[in-house]
Every structure is written in structure tokens, then in C-alpha cells.
């Protein structure tokens, strides 16, 4: 369980999600404007929050990239609520730092599923693997500090990247499935968008410049890391 902060202009939509998310025993917090959220975020620290994109004061956008720039909110995951569904809005919404995207309407099993799966992935993941450093090609990655340097520079990834990442070095040479790779990374135990599994790795790709095209994609089934 989990104290979850809801930041949704629609008051009447803010109160259902925050009365079902109680009612699997999470605390919650609902705030209906950009610029309060973000400071109730970074004063209070919650361990998940549910962000609309379209809101006052700040867009959400804006207070995602906030979170993602001041280091007490940097690692908090982030699922983006709005009624954009355009791959365009879901690819810059990853782009600025967050961790999973619904698309509106939803169904509340559906939000439930993926904050239980996401505040899962948070707890169970082991703070400290080893080893501490892994390497393919001039890719090189800190698995201490949670560095990814390609060809020499540092390679700013959001955390779903940083362990997208990982997780396909860990098993470099075989083929992940999109449904693998969602429950592994993401957490989700239940299939559900594949698209965000492309998004990712093509957002990934990009940032890895040249080193990206190691990751290759297998038609019809999934990725998979290859030197």
C-alpha cells in the first residue's frame, strides 16, 4: 500500500479514483491544480502519482519534467492520466519522464492494476546488483548510480529506460517478447499495451545514438541486445 497523490482537474473523476484507490488501502491525496501539485509532491514525497496532462496552472508536461529535474521527486514513478490518446502526446509524455500513460476513458480495474503493479516493481526491486558496472559495445552502465554513458557521454534516461536498459543487457542475445518485457520491467501481470513497450525502445534507441542500433527488433515477436 501506498500514499498516492491524484492530480485531475475533474473534481467528480479525482474523488471516484481516490475512493477505489482507498479502498484497496492506499491514502491518497487529490489536487485539481498543476502548480499545487507539484508542490505537494515535493513537500510531502508520495510514492506514486497519477498526473493528468490538461490541467491549471501548470500543465502536466511541466510538472512532469519538475519532478523528474528536482532530485527529492526524481525517482517518484508517475502515471499520466489524460483524455489524449495521439501517439505523438504518449511519446512526449515518456520523453519528459513518465513511467506508464491511460488514456481516458478508462476503467478503474485498469488504474488499479497498473498503480498495484507499479508500486510493486518499486518495493521488490533490489537497491544494489551486481555487478556495478556493465558493459556492451561503448555502452556502459552504473548500475550503483544509475549512469548510462554511450560512446563516452552521459545518456540522460528516464528510470523505465534506465531499466528497460538493464534488463535487456541482462539477457542480451535472446529475444524478449513485448509481453516479457511489460511484466518484467514494468510489472504488469496482466497484458497490457504492447505500444508502450515500442515507445520506450524507440525512445531508448535515439538516446543511445549509433550504440542504440544493437538493439534490434524481431518481427512479430519482440527485442533483443545483440553486439
Given at each position: 500500500?501506498?500514499?498516492?497523490?491524484?492530480?485531475?482537474?475533474?473534481?467528480?473523476?479525482?474523488?471516484?479514483?481516490?475512493?477505489?484507490?482507498?479502498?484497496?488501502?492506499?491514502?491518497?491525496?487529490?489536487?485539481?491544480?498543476?502548480?499545487?501539485?507539484?508542490?505537494?509532491?515535493?513537500?510531502?514525497?508520495?510514492?506514486?502519482?497519477?498526473?493528468?496532462?490538461?490541467?491549471?496552472?501548470?500543465?502536466?508536461?511541466?510538472?512532469?519534467?519538475?519532478?523528474?529535474?528536482?532530485?527529492?521527486?526524481?525517482?517518484?514513478?508517475?502515471?499520466?492520466?489524460?483524455?489524449?490518446?495521439?501517439e505523438i502526446d504518449?511519446?512526449?509524455?515518456?520523453?519528459?519522464?513518465?513511467?506508464?500513460?491511460?488514456?481516458?476513458?478508462?476503467?478503474?480495474?485498469?488504474?488499479?492494476?497498473?498503480?498495484?503493479?507499479?508500486?510493486?516493481?518499486?518495493?521488490?526491486?533490489?537497491?544494489?546488483?551486481?555487478?556495478?558496472?556493465?558493459?556492451?559495445?561503448?555502452?556502459?552502465?552504473?548500475?550503483?548510480?544509475?549512469?548510462?554513458?554511450?560512446?563516452?557521454?552521459?545518456?540522460?534516461?528516464?528510470?523505465?529506460?534506465?531499466k528497460l536498459l538493464?534488463?535487456?543487457?541482462?539477457?542480451?542475445?535472446?529475444?524478449?517478447?513485448?509481453?516479457?518485457?511489460?511484466?518484467?520491467?514494468?510489472?504488469?501481470?496482466?497484458?497490457?499495451?504492447?505500444?508502450?513497450?515500442?515507445?520506450?525502445?524507440?525512445?531508448?534507441?535515439?538516446?543511445?545514438?549509433?550504440?542504440?542500433?544493437?538493439?534490434?527488433?524481431?518481427?512479430?515477436?519482440?527485442?533483443?541486445?545483440?553486439?
Amino acid at each position: 500500500m501506498g500514499t498516492i497523490l491524484i492530480i485531475e482537474d475533474e473534481v467528480d473523476l479525482a474523488e471516484l479514483l481516490a475512493f477505489n484507490l482507498e479502498q484497496e488501502g492506499h491514502v491518497t491525496r487529490c489536487v485539481h491544480n498543476g502548480v499545487t501539485g507539484l508542490e505537494w509532491a515535493v513537500r510531502e514525497c508520495p510514492d506514486l502519482i497519477l498526473l493528468d496532462l490538461m490541467i491549471p496552472g501548470m500543465l502536466g508536461i511541466d510538472v512532469c519534467k519538475a519532478l523528474r529535474k528536482d532530485p527529492r521527486t526524481v525517482s517518484i514513478p508517475v502515471i499520466m492520466i489524460t483524455a489524449k490518446g495521439d501517439e505523438i502526446d504518449r511519446v512526449v509524455g515518456f520523453e519528459v519522464g513518465a513511467d506508464d500513460y491511460i488514456v481516458k476513458p478508462f476503467s478503474m480495474r485498469e488504474v488499479i492494476l497498473r498503480v498495484k503493479s507499479m508500486l510493486k516493481r518499486q518495493v521488490s526491486e533490489a537497491p544494489i546488483r551486481q555487478p556495478e558496472l556493465l558493459k556492451i559495445g561503448t555502452i556502459s552502465i552504473d548500475t550503483q548510480r544509475y549512469i548510462v554513458t554511450s560512446e563516452g557521454s552521459v545518456v540522460d534516461l528516464t528510470t523505465t529506460e534506465f531499466k528497460l536498459l538493464l534488463h535487456m543487457l541482462e539477457h542480451k542475445g535472446y529475444v524478449l517478447s513485448r509481453e516479457q518485457l511489460l511484466q518484467r520491467v514494468w510489472g504488469y501481470n496482466n497484458v497490457g499495451d504492447t505500444r508502450t513497450v515500442d515507445t520506450h525502445v524507440t525512445r531508448l534507441r535515439n538516446k543511445l545514438g549509433l550504440q542504440g542500433e544493437m538493439i534490434k527488433t524481431v518481427r512479430g515477436f519482440g527485442y533483443k541486445i545483440e553486439v
